[in-house]
């Protein structure tokens, strides 16, 4: 099975005035994360585009991240955004802040079979002849302990993990999975210090799943984003409730987010 990871970050975007520190992390903990065992073990070779499984566009244009999508030819691609975001009344649609104007969620559509997209991002409603008013929670404090020091410190090792990953992509069911960091016309959080706090919780369940043997060795990312869902239900200090999408609605099985070794020690 092929893979491809486009994960996409923008501080700003779209002329907005708040600066979200956490995108930043969010996209060194994406990577780290992505590339560890419990990961699925990706390849990321910065130097090397061609052959890297992992790409990270920072602060990219319009055209840039567009490019990346249209060129994204793998079994299964992986799509990430954080950073600022809205919905407009017209379609329903979020759309994503980027350097020099916006994108829709059906704009990251890849050409894969089996794809995730991931929007940590706010879904506030505008109607698309109002500009967008980025007032609200855009920099929402969450108490969650930052992941970079979990992930630069040794982590778990998993036997076979890019084995175990792209075996579980096998038996994936074809079709998109679609994450949001929140309900439509809620705001999502942003921690200078740990990142998204959507994001944050995503790869801490990710971590969580990975440091013990399970009766299955790998856990969905469907099943990732409601164990999120129902961890930031108990944080007092954020009312964001994520949700998904599933096209078709009948996927039986997303494809996996976190590997780990099963009760027998493989």
């Keep these: 099975m092929t893979r491809k ?12 005035p708040t600066f979200l520190s956490g995108v930043t992390k969010d996209l060194e903990n994406y990577q780290r994360y992505l590339t560890s065992d419990g990961g699925g073990r990706w390849y990321y070779w910065e130097n090397l585009p061609n052959l890297t499984e992992v790409e990270i566009l920072h ?30 009344s017209r379609d329903g649609l979020t759309y994503i802040c980027v350097n020099g104007g916006e994108i ?10 089996k794809q995730s997209l991931i929007l940590d991002c706010c879904r506030q409603v505008e109607s698309a002849n109002e500009s967008y008013n980025f007032s609200g929670t855009a920099s929402m404090m969450n ?5 970079s ?13 890019r084995e175990k ?16 960091a929140c309900l439509i016309d809620q705001t999502s959080g942003d921690n200078p210090s740990s990142g998204g706090v959507f ?22 990312i469907q ?26 609605q009948r996927m039986n099985l997303t494809a996996p987010f976190a590997i780990t070794n099963d009760k027998t020690g493989f």
């Excluded at 829709?104 to 079979?113: A, W």
């Design 5 to 16: 990871a486009i994960i996409i970050g923008n501080n700003t975007g779209l002329n907005a």
């Design 59 to 88: 602060n990219q244009g319009r055209q840039t991240i567009l490019n990346a999508i249209r060129n994204c030819h793998a079994d299964y691609s992986f799509v990430v955004f954080t950073g600022h975001g809205y919905t407009k």
């Design 104 to 113: 829709s969620e059906d704009e990251l559509i890849t050409s894969s079979q």
């Design 143 to 147: 108490k969650a302990v930052a992941l």
């Design 149 to 161: 020091a979990t992930l630069s410190s040794p982590l778990r090792k998993i036997n076979l993990p």
């Design 165 to 180: 990953f792209d075996a579980a992509l096998g038996v994936t069911t074809n079709g998109q999975f679609r994450g949001y």
């Design 199 to 220: 994001s944050t919780a995503l790869m801490k369940e990710g971590l969580k799943f990975s440091s013990v043997n399970q009766e299955r060795y790998w856990l969905t």
């Design 223 to 248: 099943e990732a984003v409601i164990l999120t869902k129902n961890e930031l239900a108990k944080d007092p200090f954020t009312k964001q409730v994520p949700t998904y999408k599933l096209i078709p």
